[in-house]
């Protein structure tokens, strides 16, 4: 069989490979339908063309190296001036023998085309086989230490080529999500910009006039602002809480920890009504509501809800935690109550018969096991939990859910050392009143 052995790292230098790759993203976004662009998860999306368009410079897996065949071969040494041949221009064979080594790669077998920012004018040679390049190498006298030098030097040239194209791409791929999201966010915003709606994109609420009072807030203490975002068939403006207000919302929560821990006697025998009511009267001294004194309200046994246009914008379920079944159930319960696209939530766990860094583990444990789940955000305190999931009914509408752990105070708390009890004090006087009333008797 002919070998197929070429010089690599020949063909188009990696500057233009990067422009045009650079310009092919430019375009996939062009091409996405504009439904698909404004109904589509923005994450998913530019997580998507990502993937499409990330470059792949291959790797040699060294350890793989292997000798993919040897054997007996007839060598022309006619052109070899070291040999002693009577002059003649016909072939001249001897035997020989040939040694193919394999050298197994991953990645994108076009990149050894390509020519780095620093290469060679003497290119190092091979086979471009199937997820693996065959260095060939024939000798007539049967020296394997030479073959080993020879192969050594080859695979290290091109792991120097191989090297540099990689860096070139990898600057590439560094910047290639921010250079998705931001052609993304452009052509969303030149689509709704069409459709006069360039509010719409991640920009706080601005009456204008003809603005539906549904969607602007008094400003009377501070108001949530309220987002607008689009459906496809036909734009339906649709509510979503404003990313400042969901992380205040948040922040509010949060702090109910240390009211806990500086009065536990008000809350060891306190229930989920009570807690739920705790976070009310907090929310609502902070946020103001569009027709009453009050944004946060609740419905059922356990729900903090914002509502607008009849629609759920944001949730926070109240459980007491009872095992990692219970806590899915609320999740599956939290999500059947949002419906608009890129709504907010907020499950609260209470915590108070079980040993608090195990309830903390079976949060993390449990969450990526629900259905619906998507991609985890990280957290932002040993006790936060951030999440992304989809929507039962679509996917590509998508919850933020933060789950807020809180260990609330079982028994009541002994006095702290260095703080007066009046009624002991009080007790005491009334003691040694008795004493000298006898006395005097």
């Known amino acids: 069989m002919a070998s197929r052995e070429e010089p690599l790292f020949r063909g188009r230098p990696i500057e233009e490979v990067i422009d045009a790759q650079t310009e092919a993203v430019k375009k996939e976004v062009e091409s996405v339908p504009a439904n698909t662009l404004l109904n589509a998860s923005e994450h998913d999306l530019v997580e998507a063309v990502v993937e499409k368009f990330r470059l792949h410079v291959p790797v040699i897996r060294d350890a793989g190296i292997y000798i993919a065949s040897w054997g007996e071969k007839k060598v022309d040494v006619s052109g070899d001036a070291a040999r002693l041949l009577p002059g003649s221009s016909q072939p001249f064979y001897v035997d020989g023998t040939e040694v193919v080594i394999a050298a197994p790669f991953e990645g994108d077998a076009r990149f050894f085309h390509v ?24 000798r007539t006298d049967q020296d ?17 080529h191989l090297a540099s ?6 600057r590439f791929n560094d910047q290639l999500e921010a250079l998705v999201g931001g052609e993304v966010k452009a052509r969303k915003e030149r689509i709704l910009k069409d459709a006069g709606m360039t509010a719409a994109i991640g920009l706080a609420m601005k009456k204008r006039d003809g603005t539906p009072e549904t969607y602007s807030v008094p400003m009377t203490r501070r108001a949530p602002r309220i987002e607008q975002l689009k459906s496809s068939e036909p734009f339906q403006p649709e509510p979503a809480l404003s990313e400042e207000d969901y992380e205040e919302i948040l ?62 914008v944001f949730v926070a379920e109240c459980k007491f ?20 696209r890129d709504t907010k939530g907020a499950v609260l766990v209470f915590n108070r018969k079980v040993e608090f860094s195990k309830v903390l583990a079976e949060i993390a444990e449990s969450v ?28 590509n509408r998508e919850v ?29 006087k009334r003691q040694r009143r008795g004493r000298r009333v006898r006395e005097r008797l």
């Open 165 to 170: 194209v990689a860096e070139a791409a990898g």
């Open 400 to 428: 933020r859910l933060t789950v807020m752990a809180f260990d609330v105070p079982t028994s009541q708390p002994e006095p702290r050392t260095g703080v007066i009890d009046l009624d002991a004090v009080a007790a005491g």
């Open 251 to 312: 922040r509010i929560m949060s702090n109910m920890v240390r009211v806990m821990e500086l009065s536990p006697h008000a809350f060891f025998e306190m229930g989920e009504d009570g807690l739920r009511s705790h976070f009310l009267v907090q929310l609502n001294g902070v946020f103001l509501g569009q027709a009453t004194s009050e944004t946060f309200n609740f419905q059922g046994k356990t729900d903090i809800l914002i509502k607008v246009d009849g629609k759920n």
């Open 368 to 395: 990526p096991k629900h259905k619906n789940f998507k991609r985890d955000l990280g957290k932002t305190g040993e006790t936060t939990f951030r999440y992304v999931f989809g929507q039962p009914s679509d996917g």
């Open 115 to 138: 020519q780095p920012a620093r290469y060679s004018l003497n290119p190092p040679r091979a086979e471009i086989g199937n997820s693996e390049l065959l260095l060939r190498y024939v």
């Open 321 to 340: 935690w009872t095992g990692k079944g219970t806590f899915l159930r609320t999740i599956d319960q939290l999500l059947s109550y949002l419906s608009w």
């Open 144 to 160: 394997g230490e030479a073959v080993k030098s020879e192969y050594q030097r080859t695979l290290a040239s091109i792991q120097e």
